[in-house]
């Protein structure tokens, strides 16, 4: 087929889930066609030795990648988000029905930044056949906040509704995310489960390095590791509460930046919780030997609406390495965990329940903890994988388009056995 994929963003950004899917529908045969902008993420400015520029093209055998410009603020701010998923819409509406105008299909990367974009290009392009992707949910509106916010958030939910309902198949990154773009006016008939998977060139089980050690562990005690964003939706208040009960006990290593880090650091002084110590973001290339370093890497999500169908990436990037997981959220994240008996969990913002599984967490023998990590790599494997993935995408675009997948790729996708569709 001739596929068209719309991103909003692509590598050389960390965007591994459109990137990966493009390489390899394009090495199964297929045209591949890929419309997204500039690498900017996460700092908000164009990549040295990158130029924003019209006609922006690079071809491969059978996979093209055209660039188009967007607004690149930097800035952070709600507003200059705007800015760039505006322009990005108005760049792609420019471009998008002659490069893309004769694909079979369409697949969409659903977060909220292409949202306008994606509806623009639908209605360019007519009835091509479309599968949305869908990342993330929009949150519901909040009647705090001022009127210019309700107001977008308002459009955002309208044009959301609008694609949920116009597109041919749309797959959720959890189980749970179904019933939410159901009710946001998807078919249900038309939903499908397809898990994200990591970046598996660079997260696969490997052996810590003396320099890792070093950075990871100070002694023989128990290591549970955040590695990632230290933002609101983590709530990693809930973390350092729990550790700072057991100082004589375990560590908690927190790896990664974001915008709650300076509140974080802020009560682990004022708890005097000299078992939790920051790490510097690291490069992903870094991660896995810092993941074997650790006993366990913690899975942290907020107790709101929106998170209970939404599957962190750290979760696969930890079950692919082997790790065994200590988890403190709801819905399908925590129930990934159990059944695939990978690790430990409780309610989420519940600091005692959390101290808890740290307890039990540093109790468990080392034998233990490798069989939880073999189990919740069997997991991944089965459920996550890239493979798994893209077989399921694959099947979801010849589906739309009106065709049958070719015998191989249904004996092959036969083989995956995991969520029921």
């Not at 560590?251 to 915008?259: H, K």
């Not at 079950?319 to 988890?327: E, F, I, R, T």
């Not at 490798?370 to 994988?385: I, K, N, T, W």
Request: net charge positive; charged share 25%; aromatic share 6%.
């Amino acid at each position: 087929m001739k596929i068209g994929i719309l991103s909003y963003h692509f590598p050389p950004e960390p965007a591994f889930i459109p990137g990966s899917l493009a390489e390899e529908l394009a090495a199964r045969g297929h045209e591949v066609r890929v419309l997204t902008g500039f690498p900017d993420y996460p700092g908000g400015h164009v990549y040295p030795g990158w130029r924003q520029r019209w006609r922006h093209q690079t071809r491969s055998e059978r996979l093209t990648v055209r660039r188009v410009p967007r607004y690149a603020g930097g800035d952070g701010s709600a507003g200059a988000r705007m800015a760039s998923w505006l322009s990005f819409a108005g760049s792609v509406a420019l471009t998008g029905r002659r490069y893309l105008g004769d694909v079979d299909a369409l697949y969409v990367f659903q977060l909220p930044a292409v949202t306008f974009a994606a509806a623009g290009l639908l209605r360019l392009l007519g009835r091509v056949p479309t599968v949305l992707h869908v990342q993330d949910v929009w949150p519901e509106e909040d009647p705090s906040r001022s009127v210019d916010s309700r107001r977008w958030s308002g459009r955002m939910g309208t044009t959301l509704r609008r694609l949920y309902s116009e597109a041919d198949g749309i797959a959720v990154s959890a189980p749970s995310m179904r019933d939410l773009v159901s009710d946001g006016g998807a078919d249900p008939g038309r939903v499908r489960i397809v898990l994200n998977w990591t970046d598996e060139r660079i997260f696969q089980p490997t052996e810590p390095g003396r320099a890792a050690r070093r950075l990871i562990r100070r002694d023989g005690r128990c290591v549970v590791m955040h590695a990632g964003t230290i933002g609101v939706r983590q709530g990693l208040e809930t973390a350092v509460r729990a550790a700072a009960a057991l100082d004589d006990r375990m560590d908690l290593v927190l790896v990664g930046s974001g915008a709650e880090e300076r509140r974080v650091r802020g009560l682990a002084a004022e708890l005097r919780a000299d078992n939790v110590r920051f790490v510097e973001r690291r490069s992903p290339l870094d991660m896995p030997e810092l993941y074997a370093a650790a006993d366990y890497q913690l899975v942290m999500l907020r107790d709101l609406p929106e998170l209970r169908g939404m599957v962190p990436g750290k979760l696969q990037a930890a079950l692919s390495c082997a790790s065994p997981v200590v988890a403190s959220a709801g819905g399908d994240t925590v129930e990934l965990v159990e059944r695939a008996r990978a690790g430990l969990s409780c309610p989420p913002e519940d600091w005692a329940a959390l101290a808890d599984r740290f307890w039990l967490a540093s109790a468990i023998p080392p034998p233990a903890r490798v069989d939880m990590g073999r189990r919740g790599r069997e997991a991944y494997l089965r459920e996550m994988s890239l493979r798994a993935g893209v077989d399921r995408i694959e099947q979801m675009l010849y589906d739309v388009a009106g065709g049958a997948a070719p015998a191989a790729v249904r004996a092959d996708r036969s083989s995956h056995k995991g969520f029921k569709a």
